[in-house]
């Protein structure tokens, strides 16, 4: 995957304003696809019509899943309370993002102070292979996969320390908009209530190339 950088989330914060300049952004994997996304996930598969059908398309063995359909789509939602609840009594927790409806794209006015963003490196971890079939198969855009899915994320954490643990990876850090780099080859930005900007048009299907 070519190098790409996405900003934004949909935050609770800890505090309003907490989040600061040079801020660690700290992604905790997501098990699956969690409870979103799945209207657009039942056109892609075809998951509409007569009973026994969806059961034939359901029971469909992907080798890029290593499973069937079925297997992939019920894998439980991972729940974060307690790993939230550790994370809070050994670091300082600036924000927090539950990564659900709206992706990376929407949401995030009421996270971010105004003039602030936070600059998520797509590229520093792996997205399951369930979200390169869905726009494969789907022909999804690029943007929608950002603003639908969660691509194996499920909990984004915003800390000046040095997190550890539990698959826990660096994804970025927070962003004064007026001093932010703008180079790389894919980059939203979107934090504070006015300031957003899409310098590839919003489209995104360079992230996907392999």
Same mark, same amino acid.
């Given at each position: ?147 639908? %899915? ?38 939203? %930005? ?21």
């Amino acid at each position: 995957m070519s190098h790409s950088t996405a900003l934004s989330g949909e935050f609770q914060r800890e505090g309003k304003g907490s989040p600061k300049e040079y801020d660690s952004v700290y992604g905790i994997p997501s098990s699956g696809l969690h409870s979103n996304g799945y209207s657009l996930v039942n056109t892609v598969f075809g998951l509409e019509g007569k009973r026994e059908e969806i059961k034939q398309k359901l029971s469909t063995y992907y080798e890029e899943l290593g499973c069937t359909l079925q297997e992939e789509l019920l894998r439980p939602t991972r729940i974060y309370v307690k790993t939230v609840q550790d994370l809070r009594a050994r670091y300082r927790v600036h924000a927090l993002v539950h990564i659900t409806g709206g992706g990376f794209v929407d949401n995030p006015p009421r996270v971010m102070p105004d003039g602030f963003a936070m600059q998520i490196n797509l590229d520093s971890w792996g997205i399951p292979q369930i979200f390169y079939l869905i726009k494969k198969l789907g022909k999804v855009r690029g943007n929608e996969m950002l603003r639908t %899915f969660n691509l194996g994320i499920g909990m984004l954490v915003v800390s000046p320390d040095c997190i550890e643990g539990e698959g826990i990876v660096k994804v970025g850090k927070v962003v004064d908009c007026k001093r932010a780099n703008h180079s790389s080859s894919a980059t939203l %930005f979107t934090g504070g209530q006015k300031f957003m900007t899409y310098p590839w048009g919003a489209d995104w299907n360079h992230l996907w190339e392999a």
